[in-house]
């Protein structure tokens, strides 16, 4: 199984970024996905995350300003982003657990998850 994800860059703060992150190499009906980040000096935490029937979970420092989605076809979830906090500034990673079901805040803790991506930077500038 790989995850890759891609999209990150530089944003100022009020301007918007999508970041993508591509799944292969696994069968299987049910999954979670979900987007993680980690900051300068702070812990992985969980930002979004969503399971194959669509239910979503966030994070509350990123509530109605991110929105996950995904392309079930294209085996890719998206992180779309409005971008106005500094703590914004991170490494994204994306984490699949399949045949693994989660809903509500499961979806966002990082134990769920086994596969993950070497992440893609997302820096905010004033």
């Known amino acids: 199984v790989e995850l890759v994800e891609s999209g990150g860059g530089s944003v100022q703060s009020g301007g918007s970024l999508t970041l993508s992150c591509v799944a292969s190499?696994?069968?299987?009906?049910?999954?979670?996905m979900a987007w993680f980040r980690q900051g300068p000096g702070n812990e992985r935490e969980g930002v979004a995350g969503?399971?194959?029937?669509?239910?979503?979970n966030y994070a509350d420092s990123v509530k109605g300003r991110f929105t996950i989605s995904l392309e079930n076809d294209k085996k890719t979830v998206y992180l779309h982003m409005n971008i106005s906090r500094p703590e914004d500034t991170a490494m994204y990673y994306c984490?699949?657990?399949?045949?693994?079901?989660?809903?509500?805040?499961?979806?966002?803790?990082?134990?769920?998850?086994?596969?993950w991506g070497q992440g893609t930077q997302v820096t905010v500038s004033s």
């Open positions: 190499g696994y069968k299987g009906v049910g999954y979670s």
């Open positions: 969503l399971n194959n029937y669509g239910a979503t």
């Open positions: 984490g699949l657990a399949t045949g693994r079901v989660m809903w509500g805040p499961d979806l966002l803790r990082e134990s769920t998850y086994y596969y």
